[in-house]
Nanobody, 121 residues
Framework: QVQLVESGGGLVQAGGSLRLSCAAS????????MGWYRQTPGKQRELVAT???????NYADSVKGRFTISRDNTKNMVYLQMNSLKPEDTAVYYC???????????????WGQGTLVTVSS
């Protein structure tokens, strides 16, 4: 069982910065990937950044050079540092963990509740 708790969302002016944090808790779960996704009304949830087991990182083209994903395996946390924020970055940001249950070997995907990021112009 894995639960995700997100924090760090809020209001910021264009050009500002925010740091999102996601804490994963639980046991019996092998994490293969952690990431951040975002969603605005009328759109499907889209990938922002992911970090794969082994260290491989992927970013959406729209955030390359501005956002940085990182993780602390000892604390079971993943972060998203967002710099040079733009109004179009406004969205609900969701933490995601994908992995496998250690006992059943069933593939598991867990989503956080989401945290709202609002960037004013």
């Amino acid at each position: 069982q894995v639960q995700l708790v997100e924090s760090g969302g809020g209001l910021v002016q264009a050009g500002g910065s925010l740091r999102l944090s996601c804490a994963a808790s639980g046991s019996g779960f092998r994490t293969n990937a952690m990431g951040w996704y975002r969603q605005t009304p009328g759109k499907q949830r889209e990938l922002v950044a992911t970090i794969i087991r082994g260290g491989s990182i992927n970013y959406a083209d729209s955030v390359k050079g501005r956002f940085t994903i990182s993780r602390d395996n000892t604390k079971n946390m993943v972060y998203l540092q967002m710099n040079s924020l733009k109004p179009e970055d406004t969205a609900v940001y969701y933490c995601n963990v994908a992995g496998q249950d250690n006992w059943s070997r069933k593939d598991i995907e867990v989503w956080g509740q989401g945290t709202l990021v609002t960037v004013s112009s």
